[in-house]
T-cell receptor
Framework: GAGVSQSPSNKVTEKGKDVELRCDPISGHTALYWYRQSLGQGLEFLIYFQGNSAPDKSGLPSDRFSAERTGGSVSTLTIQRTQQEDSAVYLC????????????FGNGTRLTVT | GESVGLHLPTLSVQEGDNSIINCAYSNSASDYFIWYKQESGKGPQFIIDIRSNMDKRQGQRVTVLLNKTVKHLSLQIAATQPGDSAVYFCAENTGGFKTIFGAGTRLFVKA
C-alpha cells in the first residue's frame, strides 16, 4: 500500500523567506511526527500529533517553526524567515497508534537555505 | 541523494560475516525499542522492535538483544550482505508517544 509521502523532495530557498513542507501519512495512522536530520547528525524530534489531542511541540527549535495537521491526516510544517542553520532533511513519519508501534517514514524534504 | 551520517561511528564487515551494532539508551523508564535502517536519500525503515519485558527477539537474519541492567541494545545481522550497507539507528520510546533516536552507526559491507 501507499507509504508516507512528503513534498517537495527538495526545496531551495533564500534566507528570510518562508517555506511550507507537506506530509501525507499512511491512511488510518493516528500519530504523525516531524523530525529533522542535519548532515552528520541523528534524528532530532520536532513535533508529534496524536488523534485529536493537543500536539507535543516540545522539540520545535524556535517560534519560527510551526506545524498543523488538518482533519487528522495531512500535515504541514512551516518555517518562517528561514535561516541557513535551518538547512537539513525534514522527515515525516506516521504510526498506527504512536506508542508501542514503529514509525513509518517518508523520504524527507531536503531544505537548503542560501 | 543525501548522504547522512558522515561523522557517525562506522562498522566495516566482510560479506557473509555476522554484524553486531550496539546502542546505549538513555532512559531506564523506556519500554519499547526499535531498530531502523536508513539508506542514502531515504527515510529510516523499520527493521525489528522489542518490548522491555523481553531480552531477545529474532527476525529474518536479524536479532535484537536488550540488557535493561546496563541500558544496552544490540542488533545482530547474520550473513551480512552488501544490501545491508546503511546507517542503523536505535530508538527508544520514553513513555507516551515520543520516540527518541540514537546517533546512528554506519555499516559498510565489503564484498
Amino acid at each position: 500500500g501507499a507509504g508516507v509521502s512528503q513534498s517537495p523532495s527538495n526545496k531551495v530557498t533564500e534566507k528570510g523567506k518562508d517555506v511550507e513542507l507537506r506530509c501525507d501519512p499512511i491512511s488510518g495512522h493516528t500519530a504523525l511526527y516531524w523530525y529533522r536530520q542535519s548532515l552528520g547528525q541523528g534524528l532530532e524530534f520536532l513535533i508529534y500529533f496524536q488523534g485529536n489531542s493537543a500536539p507535543d511541540k516540545s522539540g520545535l527549535p524556535s517560534d519560527r517553526f510551526s506545524a498543523e495537521r488538518t482533519g487528522g491526516s495531512v500535515s504541514t510544517l512551516t518555517i518562517q524567515r528561514t535561516q541557513q542553520e535551518d538547512s537539513a532533511v525534514y522527515l515525516c513519519a506516521s504510526s498506527e497508534q504512536g506508542f508501542n508501534s514503529p514509525l513509518h517514514f517518508g523520504n524527507g524534504t531536503r531544505l537548503t537555505v542560501t | 541523494g543525501e548522504s547522512v551520517g558522515l561523522h557517525l561511528p562506522t562498522l566495516s564487515v566482510q560479506e557473509g560475516d555476522n554484524s553486531i551494532i550496539n546502542c546505549a539508551y538513555s532512559n531506564s523508564a523506556s519500554d519499547y525499542f526499535i531498530w531502523y535502517k536508513q539508506e542514502s536519500g531515504k527515510g529510516p525503515q523499520f527493521i525489528i522492535d522489542i518490548r522491555s519485558n523481553m531480552d531477545k527477539r529474532q527476525g529474518q537474519r536479524v536479532t535484537v538483544l536488550l540488557n535493561k541492567t546496563v541500558k544496552h541494545l544490540s542488533l545482530q545481522i547474520a550473513a551480512t550482505q552488501p544490501g545491508d550497507s546503511a546507517v542503523y539507528f536505535c530508538a527508544e520510546n520514553t513513555g507516551g508517544f515520543k520516540t527518541i533516536f540514537g546517533a546512528g552507526t554506519r555499516l559498510f559491507v565489503k564484498a
